[in-house]
Every structure is written in C-alpha cells, then in structure tokens.
C-alpha cells in the first residue's frame, strides 16, 4: 500500500492529467481500432482472428515470472529472434513471452520459434488491458524491440517493479521531435527505460528525451548478428531449380505507390537487359494480387510466387506473395533495391541483404535505418539514389560488373565488421535474470 502511495506521489498533477486524458482518449477510439483491424481482415483474415487477445483476453498455462519480448511486426521479430534463441538455450526453465502487433509477426514467431515460447498479441495500452495481461503472466523484465513506447504499458511496468529495456533501441530525429512535442508527459516516462541504444547518435536522442545517461547503454544493432535459418539450404535447394540460372532484379519491402514508379523504371531496363526478371515483393503480401493487376495492365507476363511452376522465358516479373521467405529471395538477386523509401516511410533492413554481400540500391527516405545506410554509403557497400537517376544507377550496376563487385564486396564486409551487439545485449539482459 505504501509503495503504491509512493508511486502516486512521485507523479505531477499534470503527469496524473495527461495520463488519465491518453487513457480515455484511447478508450473512446477503441471501437474505431476494432473496426478498423475488421477493415483490414478483408485482405488478411489473421487480422479479425484472436480479437480479444488485444484486450487481454486469453488463456495462459505458462510459468509467470518469465521475460516478456515485445516485437512489433516481422522485422523486429527477425532480429530478435537470435537473442531469444540464446536465452531460452542458455535459462531453459525460463518462460519466454514474445508479443506481436501484426499477423505477419505472429506467423514467424509461431512458424520459428513455436512451443519453445509463449506467442500472444500485445494488448492495446489502456490500464484495463494492460494489468489483465499481467496480472496472468507477471513477467519479471520486459524487453521491448527498437521503439516500442507506449505510455501506460511503461506507467503500470514500472508501478509493478517491472524493469522496461528497450533492445536495439533507435530514434530518429523526426521520432524525437514528434516525442518532443509532449515532453511534459514524455520525459516522466523516458526517466524509467533502460535504453540498449544501437548508435551515439540515438543514445543522444534518448538521453535528449529524458532518459538518464546511466540508464542508456550503446551496443550496436543486433540486427548485425542475423543468422541463417537452419533449414535455409533445404528451402533454398527448392526455389533453385526455378530461380538458380535467372538474371533477379529484386525488389523488396515496398508500399503503395511506390509499385508503379518501379515498374516504370524496370520497363525502360527490360529494354537493355530481355533476361533480367523483376521479383517484386511487397511488405504487406496481401497487397501482391493488386499488384499483380497493375503489372498486366502495363503488358508484363507477371506470375505470383505461389505460382513459380508456371515460371517460363516469358516471365517479366515475379510478385511476392508469401511470408517468411525474402531471405530466400535475397539468395538469388543480381541486384537489390529496398523499398520504403521512394516515399516518406523511412526505408526498411539493408542487412538482409547484405549478409548476402548484395549490390544493394535504396531511395533517399531511408530516416529509420540512417545509421545503417550511413556506414554502408561510407563504406562504398550501397547506392542511395534519387527517384529520377534509379535508372541509371541501376543499369550502372548491371552493365559494370567490376562495380557490382565492389559493391557486393563492400556490404558483405560491412555486414561480418559489425556483429557482436548480440552478446552485449544479452549481458545486459542477464543483469535482470
């Protein structure tokens, strides 16, 4: 009882305010967020199913005092995946919750990860939701993935003794301004991260926010340290009978808008290059059928990857449309262009590429991998292209094949330069086992 008097006095009057206002602020939206996951079920059924697990409904037979990881959709969930696996390997009496917000997350925590964790989705960030949600699994720590924040998750964390570290923590400057805006409310609740941050430059953004400078700790990015799937040969042995002896011009991760103005540039490239094949995968498979309309309508002989057996000298362009496999994908391509960043998204991973040692292309909104683009530019392992010269930065690399060379040197060194943040962050982590 005292302990939570003292909880309650710590905070202003106007932290209790802002608080209480973001909270039924959320409350009087979550009829419109339910409708909205119902809209977005028409592409993707997953999104209507294990509804209520949003509202922290859902039955629990695990250990409690576990580690609970928070990772937002498929990308976070790769990247942390390793660390994981080494913390279930190393503490296997240790229950490991993994929470998703996306289905795409959610299919490759369970298809990867399956009985050895514990998969439910997050609950919205209301205090109902969220003390039902702990109440079942009282996690001992929660790590959350890059920059997951969310007020009243680290509010009612921290009321419990739960120690918050956000893993591979990022912050772009436009995230850190968009923070900045509401730093009466947001400094209180920076004050209680632990920050792994993955550069100086985020530490800074971090500390800027309001987190304490003992508190922040830089560890690199863990996304360094990705390992191939043990079954990787085998699925890659399977797609190679169709792809192995193909030119792959890939293009991955893109979002709407930006299909159109890569199709245009591939028409022009085709021309020059009869062989070269487009493999085009979307971030949101359930957009590929779409896609795949706008690709005959301009007159390209396009399949769906579901449908690599019909795949013949005709084909101009392949589209995406499964979860789990851009790895796979990545495998095969002469050259790689990474989308999100033709428009202001923020670009997506190059390192999935560059594990590879891929000549990798991107487009210059590439705020939320800065740091990454940066090393890779200095480094001379990538190109970050204007939308207006893709073209020809593109047929520079295909028609040069000492400067592909270089390029696909240059990120593969890059890549193996940079690992260990793993084992750093897990030193940290164990701090708290």
């Given at each position: 009882m005292s302990s939570s008097i003292s909880k309650i006095l710590?905070?202003?009057?106007?932290?209790?305010?802002?608080y209480f206002i973001y909270s039924i602020i959320w409350i009087l939206l979550l009829p419109f967020v339910s409708i909205r996951l119902l809209w977005k079920s028409r592409l993707d059924p997953e999104y209507r199913k294990r509804m209520f697990e949003r509202l922290g409904i859902f039955c629990y037979r695990g250990r409690q005092q576990g580690i609970w990881f928070h990772a937002v959709s498929l990308g976070e969930v790769i990247a942390v995946i390793p660390l994981i696996n080494k913390i279930s390997k190393k503490y296997p009496d240790l229950e490991v919750i993994v929470t998703t917000t996306t289905p795409s997350g959610s299919e490759r925590v369970m298809k990867i990860l399956g009985a050895k964790v514990f998969h439910v989705y997050i609950p919205y960030d209301i205090p109902f939701c969220l003390k039902l949600f702990l109440r079942k699994i009282k996690p001992k720590l929660l790590v959350c993935i890059e920059t997951e924040i969310w007020p009243n998750l680290i509010k009612i964390a921290n009321s419990q003794h739960i120690p918050v570290i956000i893993?591979?923590?990022?912050?772009?400057?436009?995230?850190?301004?968009?923070?900045?805006?509401?730093?009466?409310?947001?400094?209180?609740?920076?004050?209680?991260?632990?920050?792994?941050?993955?550069?100086?430059?985020?530490?800074?953004?971090?500390?800027?926010?309001?987190?304490?400078?003992?508190?922040?700790?830089?560890?690199?990015?863990?996304?360094?340290?990705?390992?191939?799937?043990?079954?990787?040969?085998?699925?890659?042995e399977k797609l190679e009978k169709y792809l192995g002896d193909r030119e792959i011009f890939l293009v991955s991760s893109t979002h709407h808008n930006e299909e159109e103005i890569i199709l245009d540039i591939f028409k022009a490239i085709k021309e020059k290059y009869p062989e070269l094949i487009l493999f085009l995968v979307p971030r949101h498979p359930t957009r590929a059928h779409r896609i795949y309309d706008l690709a005959c309508e301009m007159k390209f002989n396009t399949i769906l990857r579901t449908e690599l057996g019909t795949l013949s000298g005709n084909t101009d362009v392949i589209l995406g449309n499964t979860i789990g496999e851009l790895l796979l994908f990545y495998s095969f391509a002469k050259v790689v262009f990474i989308g999100g960043s033709l428009i202001e998204h923020g670009g997506h991973n190059p390192l999935e590429a560059a594990i590879f040692g891929k000549a990798i292309v991107t487009g210059t909104h590439i705020f939320n991998f800065a740091k990454m683009y940066n090393i890779l530019k200095r480094n001379q392992a990538c190109i970050i292209s204007e939308q207006n010269a893709l073209s020809q930065h593109l047929e520079d690399i295909l028609s040069n094949t000492t400067y592909r060379k270089n390029l696909e040197q240059n990120s593969k060194k890059v890549f193996e330069d940079n690992g260990g943040a793993l084992d750093r962050q897990l030193e940290y982590i164990e701090r708290f086992l």
């Open positions: 710590q905070c202003s009057f106007p932290d209790i305010v802002l893993c591979n923590a990022r912050m772009s400057k436009r995230s850190a301004r968009k923070f900045a805006k509401f730093a009466i409310v947001t400094r209180a609740f920076f004050r209680e991260l632990r920050i792994l941050a993955i550069s100086k430059c985020d530490a800074k953004r971090f500390n800027f926010l309001g987190a304490k400078v003992n508190n922040i700790t830089i560890t690199g990015s863990i996304k360094y340290d990705l390992r191939l799937p043990d079954d990787f040969v085998e699925r890659r």
